[in-house]
């Protein structure tokens, strides 16, 4: 039997079908209405299409199924009886509301419709049972504005035009002041645009209406909006969205009806405290859309915003007190932070969605923590329920509270964070330029989800409009971008690009900063300091940090990276290279010099200068990571990245070597490959040139027989071959390591621990896993090299085809950034299967980009390795993401 494809809420509809209660098959949207209906909350009746649904139309070719033609006309009929009237009843009519709805929010979908139902005839019934004309005419305006925009495709500024025209005409600042006569005739102008703007009237028979509107919302699946979001949230095309049809109720039936938004806290902050905003006599998304300005939910929130207009808790005493309730009902049933769309009709409340609410990383460590002091949720919930790429927010540098502020004007705090940068109107603008290598500040009067593109690439976001609760202010708050909103201080002009903030004159390129959490908007570049993980962060980590199973090591290669990573809770170096060592003033020309040299004699001479230099380098990073493991690549790029390029460096090295410039050219010629990836170097370079590494080798122990000398405690230096293709490659650098070992220690008197190990990065090297391992004391899985390896694509390269490539779903996310675990995956796990089977207690990391990405982390945990290796900024991340995976894995 084929599964049921359209569920009813509210009213006397029954809840007890788990399908209905999964948001994969109703949508976020959907799941929660009936959810709130069924735990007694006021919920007008209505249905859900599901999600199937959506993804079997499109797979049609835009075509609606019989049975689905059913359904929907049934679940009409519980609406109906729900509430007492009939779809296209001139008399009494009854409206819906369409709204789209996929697993997890997302702009980029369809807007809702509302009031859909009304024509020419409904619109009289509904003036004579509300007895308000206003109302019905105000009603049936809004239906053919919105169904024309979203449904039918037509341009919205001719509407808005209009009704301009009319409020100046008479002279009419807000909506509200226009009479029902006004409306009518408004009406029937809007008829006149459609009519001339697509050749056919306005759609007057409501099931037409319903339709077309179900269809626009299955088709906004693959709008180009859509896409964008799908793509830069990793959300799969294949998920579909679910359409929700709902009973109307009216939020602009006069003063006693109202419209709002609420958070049960504060999203911004995670303070516990009711957060919201509403507006009287109002409907639908008035409060976001930024008409007029709404008002505050609780009169402390007024108090403190030093406002006029009347809070809810002010202005509808009752109707607020109930709200009150289903606030701590909801997070009590939910046991989270919900975020919440209310309408009171005439007095009486009506819950039109919640949903667990988005928050910065700072709200949601704040939460977590406190929701485990108020017994709510345990720490493995509090665990889980942070998301570890959101922790990256906290993971910056913020503006160093001792440097001075030019604050050009305050808007409101939409979201915490410093950004700083070029300003920028618009967002095109914002992604050229960020990808020119810029930071970027958007500014704009307000957003809309056309500006999704440039919100990503800008460091920070800066709106003239909108409150708290704007476009703006959700969506930067859901993506950790800086944001100051509602900066009436700014007035932009478009055509000559230039603004005005506060008494400044600025132009496009100018830069500011901002500081989201306190809506100041400033002059210039204010200069930062360095994060640290205290109060609720430092809580959660010791929380994760019981829960995990892998250790977690950084990726770093100075005594500053060492110790930022140390503060941060690493617990050793996953990879040191070794090679931009090679790089530093006064050490270039003695790197030259070996690699032109013509001998060996030639290149131990200009070894001997470089090895007291390295081996500084590491008693450095050694003395920081003392008692911890660390572990060190030997030289890994192809020689000739070190070679001069220009002729002064070339005369420069003639100088300082005695040798002419053409012989010199000649030898770097020499060096020239055509594909550097696969050629000389790695181990290549050992095998050939094996007073390279025995002077690193040496360069090692030398340090931490140093460092143990000093202090006592010596870390534990795991040297590591890169590139390893063979058995026999592995076992003779490991001989050659081994040998400069027991020259060091003779020559000491002294004896550290050490392991020899290889980095895994090449197919060849996962599939002979089992032989390397009989060398191999430790496997460190290189997936930035394997990656490349595997797919033969070169990560430098990539940019051009990737994005494309993620778009068309060949490739699920840039395998660059999470691995790809169907691929590269099976060849991390075979080795790790292989090796062990030789060597049971071999250690196995990951040191790749992927270490530090929780996708990947999670993968890392199911295969079993010791530990991940993260770049010191994302130790924190991984260190949560580890143990999500434990938990995840029980
Ligand atoms: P979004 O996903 O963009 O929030 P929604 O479907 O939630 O879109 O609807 C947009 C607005 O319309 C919200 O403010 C919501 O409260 C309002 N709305 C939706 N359905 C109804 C309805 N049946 N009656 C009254 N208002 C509604
Ligand atoms: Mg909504
Ligand atoms: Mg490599």
């Known amino acids: 039997m084929s599964q049921q494809t359209v569920y009813t809420f509210g009213g006397a509809a029954p809840h007890d079908d788990p399908r209905q209660r999964d948001k994969t098959i109703t949508g976020g949207k959907g799941a929660n209405l009936a959810e709130m209906a069924s735990i007694g909350l006021p919920v007008p009746p209505g249905f859900t299409i599901t999600t199937e649904e959506s993804v079997r139309y499109l797979r049609q070719g835009a075509d609606f199924s019989d049975a689905l033609r059913a359904e929907v006309s049934n679940a009409l009929k519980h609406i109906e009886a729900s509430v007492g009237k009939s779809f296209g009843d001139a008399a009494d009519p009854m409206l819906v509301s369409v709204r789209s709805g996929a697993r997890v929010s997302m702009p980029g979908m369809m807007d809702t419709v509302l009031n859909l139902g009304l024509n020419d005839a409904t619109v009289e019934g509904l003036a004579k049972t509300s007895g308000d004309e206003r109302f019905a005419w105000d009603s049936y305006r809004r239906f053919i504005q919105m169904y024309s925009d979203v449904v039918l495709g037509l341009d919205h500024g001719l509407f808005e035009e209009a009704l301009e025209i009319v409020k100046e005409d008479n002279g009419f600042y807000a909506d509200t002041e ?3 006569d006004d409306w009518r005739a408004l009406v029937a102008e809007f008829k006149g645009i459609v009519e001339q703007e697509q050749g056919k009237p306005f759609p007057q028979d409501v099931t037409e209406q319903l339709w077309g509107a179900i269809a626009a919302v299955f088709d906004s699946w693959d709008s180009d909006r859509a896409k964008v979001y799908r793509r830069l949230n990793d959300i799969p095309a294949d998920w579909g969205t679910a359409v929700n049809v709902q009973a109307m109720v009216f939020g602009n039936m006069g003063d006693t009806s109202a419209t709002g938004v609420a ?11 009711y957060y919201g905003e509403y507006l009287i006599n109002a409907q639908g998304e008035d409060v976001v859309a930024g008409i007029r300005t709404p008002q505050y939910l609780t009169k402390a929130a007024r108090e403190t915003a030093n406002a006029k207009p009347l809070s809810m808790e002010e202005a509808m005493p009752d109707a607020y007190g109930e709200l009150a309730r289903v606030f701590d009902l909801l997070e009590g049933h939910y046991k989270d932070m919900q975020d919440i769309e209310f309408t009171v009709e005439r007095g009486k409340l009506w819950m039109l969605q919640t949903r667990s609410g988005k928050r ?16 709510l949720i345990d720490e493995e919930e509090a665990v889980r329920r942070v998301d570890p790429m ?5 993971l910056h540098p913020t503006l160093d509270p001792d440097a001075p502020r030019n604050v050009l004007t305050t808007g409101l705090p939409a979201s915490p964070g410093a950004a700083a940068g070029k300003i920028v109107l618009d967002a095109d603008t914002a992604e050229q330029w960020s990808q020119l290598g810029d930071k970027v500040i958007l500014v704009r009067v307000e957003t809309s989800p056309e500006d999704i593109h440039g919100m990503h690439a800008a460091q920070g976001i800066l709106t003239a409009r909108g409150g708290m609760t704007s476009h703006a202010a959700v969506v930067a708050r859901g993506m950790g971008r800086p944001c100051v909103s509602g900066a009436s201080g700014v007035s932009i002009n478009r055509e000559t690009r230039t603004l005005r903030i506060g008494d400044k004159e600025l132009k496009e390129g100018d830069e500011i900063t901002l500081d989201g959490a306190k809506g100041q908007v400033m002059l210039g570049i204010v200069p930062t300091v360095e994060p640290e993980l205290a109060g609720d962060f430092g809580t959660l980590m010791i929380w994760a940090d019981k829960l995990r199973r892998m250790r977690v090591r950084t990726n770093a290669e100075t005594p500053d990276d060492c110790k930022m990573a140390r503060q941060f809770g690493a617990e050793g170096i996953g990879l040191c290279r070794t090679e931009h060592m090679f790089f530093e003033a006064g050490r270039i020309s003695a790197v030259r010099q070996m ?6 004699a030639g290149r131990r001479a200009a070894l001997e200068v470089l090895l007291p230099e390295q081996r500084a380098d590491f008693t450095a990073i050694f003395e920081v990571m003392a008692g911890l493991p660390c572990t060190i690549r030997l030289l890994d790029p192809p020689l000739h990245e070190f070679l001069p390029h220009s002729d002064e460096e070339f005369s420069d090295l003639a100088d300082a070597t005695g040798l002419g410039v053409d012989h010199l050219k000649r030898r770097a010629g020499e060096l020239h490959e055509f594909n550097p990836m696969l050629g000389h170097r790695g181990c290549r370079l050992g095998i050939t040139f094996p007073e390279i590494y025995e002077m690193q080798a040496r360069a090692i122990f030398e340090a931490v027989c140093a460092v143990q000398k000093e202090s006592g405690e010596a870390p534990l230096p795991e040297i590591m071959i890169p590139l390893v293709a063979t058995r026999r490659e592995l076992e003779l650098l490991r001989a050659l390591v081994d040998r400069v070992a027991q020259e060091v220690f003779a020559e000491q008197g002294a004896r550290v621990e050490y ?3 290889t980095m895994i990065e090449l197919p060849r090297a996962a599939l002979m896993a089992g032989e390397i391992a009989h060398e191999g004391e430790f496997f460190s899985f290189g997936t930035n090299d394997l990656t490349q390896t595997t797919l033969g694509v070169s990560r430098d ?8 490539y993620v778009d068309k779903g060949i490739f699920p996310r840039d395998p660059f950034v999470s691995l790809d675990i169907d691929g590269v995956g099976q060849l991390v796990e075979m080795a790790a299967e292989r090796g062990r089977a030789t060597r049971p207690d071999i250690k196995l990391g990951i040191c790749g980009e992927h270490g530090g990405d929780p996708a990947s982390i999670s993968f890392c945990e199911k295969v079993g390795l010791d530990y991940v290796s ?8 991984a260190r949560l993401a580890a143990a999500q995976a434990a938990l995840a894995a029980r």
């Open 178 to 180: 226009l009479s029902s």
């Open 263 to 273: 958070f049960t806290r504060d999203p911004a902050t995670g303070t516990r405290a």
């Open 360 to 375: 910065t990383a700072k709200a949601a460590l704040k939460m977590a923590v406190e929701m485990v002091e108020e017994g």
């Open 390 to 394: 959101a922790l990256d927010q906290l």
């Open 595 to 600: 690699i032109l040299a013509e001998d060996e």
């Open 755 to 757: 392991l020899v190990g």
């Open 797 to 804: 390269d990539s940019a051009r085809f990737l994005a494309p």
């Open 870 to 877: 993260a770049s010191p900024y994302r130790v924190p991340i």
